[in-house]
């Protein structure tokens, strides 16, 4: 067969240098990504025989087979899978396809921790190429199940490689490292040696269901005979024991860990490591881990939420959504069900009502542990909501059933304090006597929502507010919308009376002050008709002159804004402006309303009184240009 020679995609061959040019100090993780794949292509396998039996594939003795040949300097790794084929082969190892590809270059030449580079290569996909970091030259030969022609692929790693088809390929895949001299000083193991083999296997692949076998040392396994004239047993390198079957006493947490890692393909232990087994009659093992850190893409579209979903100890899907509600897409795992199916579908899973009763029971267990976190160490609860609780707020919206348990985990930034964040129910706790309701604002930022001028009457009264600066705090507090009957009220929506408490006196001169400024009012609300529905006195103010409020049961400007970036067309609704009485400026302006028949040049102030309320908001006037125009004139007028 012709062989043919090809050259590397540009980012493959960016990475081919980084990897063989020493990035990682810990180059063992190279075996740990090899046996990874190929654990992954009998999954794979063992899947397509039980979708299609009329598939003509062996799946009588899965396996992965390591073999080394020390005069050679070889170590092969070689399963029984499900193959590839000549153009999946151009198409996945010629190439990298994966979208996260430049992140993890720019990601490998920034991180200086050497920890941390460990568990970039399984975190972006690329294990195959880490061969390079130990072998001059790497070489894999394959067949794809049900074909009976292989591939044969080569490369030196120096920007090309070959391919041709091979006839005599045995079914699987098995990648032919040519290995480096052995250099300890620059952590280069010898990986010719069965011990080191054995302690990387044990160290990060115990866990893998499938068996990882070696032959023994000496004369037989170069070829000869046992003493007895028989071929010697291979050896058997890892346990093949379910982690989340195993009694807990059993089982250490490096061992949780190291499964998590394989999982997750993340470098750090886990923040919190869950269990789960039910009995009776639907029987089930859950074994769950929450990140310590939130990965890069949690918030696109292209992220791969789920965890793994076994039946029987047979592995049947992976990134499996239907066990966990998209709002905890961040936890990993294994579910390994006694009675489902072990030919399922994404579509069927959808319907079953086991995996509904798994989701519900999963659901609240991890809610359970976050509020068991939270009530025993603050600390670890405290990484976990500043890593995840955006995107667990998305659960305020979406999962009604199970918003009390999301709410009890809650906690937000309020002018209580300026570091620690609160929960609802302490905000209860602290509430002043005659307060009915839970105040908040929402804002891009603490510092613009600390100085928007609608908190001034609320700081002047000591009166705490909910400081809420994540996109989803727009919808989530509407969803909610009371907590232990204390309704949920924007300080910046609505008629805010403070002072409502006060005695009669106080209402008389209310009175008082708006019949005083009517005329004012009624004026501006003609001049600004085009932009607002309403301008009245504000009992909200204390230091600006004025400020823009919703009503009560409008959009506020930034969840328009949010709905329009989604696509979805809301109408603008007029807003509200609110005169600090109290203020010199607006009680200049109601003096010369009030003694001027020309009225010109009030209009123009109007104008900048209303684009300087937009502005303090942090929105932008409707027309910037003549706003800039009306500022620069009265600058010029003052000087």
């Known amino acids: 067969m012709p062989t043919e020679t090809f050259e590397f995609q540009v980012e493959a061959r960016q990475l081919l240098q980084l990897m063989i040019h020493s990035v990682y100090s810990n180059k063992d993780v190279f075996l740990r990504e090899l046996v990874s794949n190929a654990s992954d292509a009998l999954d794979k396998l063992r899947l397509e025989k039980l979708k299609d039996d009329s598939l003509d594939a062996d799946v009588s003795d899965l396996h992965i087979e390591i073999d080394v040949d020390k005069d050679a300097r070889t170590l092969t790794v070689r399963d029984n899978g499900i193959g590839m084929s000549y153009d999946e082969v151009g198409r996945l190892i ?34 195959f190429y880490s061969g390079f970091m130990v072998a001059d030259e790497v070489t894999l030969v394959t067949r794809r199940a049900g074909e009976s022609q292989g591939t044969r692929w080569a490369s030196r790693g120096e920007g090309t490689y070959t391919l041709e088809r091979v006839d005599d390929a045995p079914q699987g895949t098995s990648v032919t490292l040519h290995l480096k001299p052995a250099d300890p000083e620059n952590q280069l193991h010898d990986y010719t040696s069965p011990w080191k083999i054995r302690e990387i296997v044990k160290r990060y692949s115990d866990f893998i269901t499938w068996p990882i076998r070696m032959l023994p040392e000496g004369p037989a396994a170069e070829g000869g005979d046992g003493e007895d004239g028989t071929a010697p047993e291979p050896e058997t390198l890892n346990s093949m024991k379910a982690l989340w079957a195993r009694p807990r006493d059993e089982v250490s947490d490096d061992e949780y860990h190291e499964l998590y890692k394989h999982l997750a393909h993340d470098w750090r232990d886990p923040l919190e490591t869950i269990r789960l087994q039910a009995e009776g009659t639907f029987e089930y093992q859950a074994l769950l881990f929450l990140p310590a850190h939130a990965p890069h893409d949690l918030f696109t579209r292209d992220f791969r939420r789920g965890v793994q979903l076994y039946v029987k100890r047979v592995f049947i899907m992976d990134d499996c959504e239907a066990l966990l509600p998209p709002y905890l897409r961040f936890v990993k795992g294994v579910v390994d069900a006694a009675d489902l199916s072990l030919n399922v579908s994404r579509e069927i899973l959808q319907q079953d009502r086991h995996i509904e009763m798994m989701r519900k029971r999963l659901t609240k267990k991890v809610l359970s542990t976050v509020k068991e976190m939270m009530a025993k160490d603050r600390d670890r609860y405290a990484t976990f909501w500043r890593e995840f609780g955006t995107v667990l707020k998305e659960g305020l919206v979406t999962d009604p059933d199970n918003r009390d348990a999301v709410l009890a985990v809650a906690s937000f930034a309020s002018t209580h304090h300026d570091t620690e964040p609160t929960t609802l129910k302490d905000y209860v706790e602290r509430m002043k006597d005659g307060q009915q309701d839970i105040y908040y604002l929402t804002g891009e930022s603490r510092q613009s929502i ?16 909910l400081l809420l600066t994540d996109p989803v705090d727009e919808v989530w507090v509407d969803a909610v919308g009371e907590y232990q009957g204390k309704k949920l009220r924007s300080v910046a929506k609505g008629q805010i009376d403070l002072d409502a408490e006060d005695d009669a006196a106080s209402d008389d001169e209310r009175e008082k002050r708006n019949e005083e400024y009517a005329g004012l009012l009624g004026w501006m609300k003609e001049r600004l008709d085009e932009d607002i529905k309403e301008v009245r006195l504000s009992s909200r103010l204390t230091v600006s002159p004025a400020c823009v409020v919703s009503d009560a049961h ?26 600090n009485p109290d203020h010199q400026l607006v009680k200049g302006l109601n003096q010369a309303y009030k003694e001027r028949e020309d009225r010109t040049e009030l209009a123009g102030t109007v104008e900048l009184l209303h ?11 409707k027309d910037p240009a003549r706003f800039v125009k009306l500022m620069a004139d009265r600058l010029e007028r003052a000087l």
């Open 94 to 127: 010629g190439t990298i396809a994966n979208s996260g590809t430049a992140q993890f270059l720019k990601e490998l030449r920034e991180t200086k921790d050497a920890a941390a580079t460990e568990g970039l290569i399984g975190q972006f996909g690329v294990g």
């Open 450 to 465: 600390e100085n928007s001028p609608h908190m001034e009457a609320f700081r002047d009264r000591g009166i705490e507010v």
């Open 554 to 579: 409008d959009l506020t400007p930034a969840l328009e804004n949010m709905y329009r970036a989604m696509g979805q067309e809301v109408p603008s609704a007029k807003r509200i402006l609110e005169l």
């Open 611 to 621: 684009g300087l309320a937009v502005l303090a908001e942090g929105g932008q006037p």
